[in-house]
């Protein structure tokens, strides 16, 4: 199975550290929709003033996750302008070790959004060599993000950035799945979508509207019109009270090999999930099918 290792956002580095996970967001919020001639660099590149917004320092924002991971985002605080120009004075100096400032946090960070915008946090230099980093919240919420252990998927997954673990990741309709490493997310056309450079998997969640009909039978419904495939290409095992079954071929209109993988997952539960997958190398057909059996439907009773 080939391999997809992610660049860090921040630096462009390959993270092949499961144990620490760099997300950067390359702008503060306020600063996205400004025109490029009002944003201003004086000098580092961690150092930004936008025009009408306010003055910006690109810090890291330490979060402590299960499975001993620590989630690093690359975040900005707003200061003020007096701030900034003690920054620019010390970024190349002897005395950066030193520096510490306050400022509030200028970006929209999910799982948490509003409850921590433009809330207080004091940064300081922890390494030379890095960015400086948030080590007080002056808020509640502030100081939780800082001091408690949070659930790894409930917050990767809110992260459509190429990860380097697998996440698993919420659904809707107590419907979940594992995104593998070094894919992104995003939801379209009313699918969630993950993607990689040679693969991607698509779901979708049904909803059965024949009251009462068995998970067999709203299988056949689901796989209606689906190419007859040999038995070496299709598998069907059993749940309790229900199965999966999915299917797979190598499509012959394409300019390059393409291998499709297609698979049902259906729960005594009056719903499904469909998955699709596609990948270049006929070994990942490993991969879609760990990614169809990692579909799980969860009783909300």
């Known amino acids: 199975m080939t391999s997809h290792i992610p660049s860090c ?9 499961e144990r620490r996970i760099d997300v950067g967001f390359n702008l503060p919020d306020a600063a996205l929709s400004a025109p490029e001639e009002a944003r201003h660099r004086p000098g580092p590149s961690a150092l930004l003033r936008v025009d009408g917004a306010g003055s910006f320092i690109r810090c890291l924002l330490p979060i402590r996750l299960t ?6 985002l690359g975040i900005w605080l707003e200061v003020d302008e007096a701030t900034l120009r003690k920054a620019h004075d010390l970024w190349e100096d002897h005395g950066y070790a030193d520096l510490a400032f306050r400022g509030m946090l200028a970006n929209k960070i ?51 950035h190429q990860l380097p673990v697998d996440v698993r990741t919420d659904l ?6 594992v995104r593998t490493a070094g ?15 040679d693969r991607s998997a698509a779901v979708t969640v049904f909803t059965d509207d024949t009251p009462g009909r068995t998970s067999d039978d709203f299988l056949s419904a689901l796989l209606a019109g689906a190419p007859d495939k040999l038995p070496a290409q299709r598998l069907t095992e059993p749940l309790p009270g229900g199965l ?13 090999e393409r291998h499709e993988f297609y698979g049902f997952t ?3 539960s009056g719903t499904a999930a469909g998955l699709f997958c596609t ?3 006929p070994v990942d057909l490993a991969w879609a099918q760990q990614v169809w059996r990692s579909l799980e439907w969860t009783d909300p009773s």
């Open 183 to 197: 894919l992104t997310a995003r939801f379209a056309d009313g699918a969630d979508q993950f993607a990689g450079p």
């Open 110 to 160: 999910r799982p948490w959004g509003d409850d921590l915008l433009g809330v207080p946090f004091t940064a300081r230099v922890a390494d030379p060599e890095e960015l400086p980093y948030l080590v007080a919240g002056h808020h509640p919420t502030a100081a939780r993000v800082l001091e408690d252990i949070w659930d790894r998927d409930h917050v990767l997954s809110r992260f459509p």
């Open 172 to 177: 809707g309709d107590h419907w979940s799945i």
């Open 67 to 72: 499975h001993d991971t620590e989630l690093v």
């Open 279 to 281: 990948h270049e190398d």
């Open 244 to 256: 999966r079954h999915a299917f797979w071929l190598t499509p012959d209109d394409h300019g390059r």
């Open 9 to 17: 956002s921040c630096c462009g580095d390959s993270l092949t550290h």
């Open 266 to 268: 259906v729960p005594a």
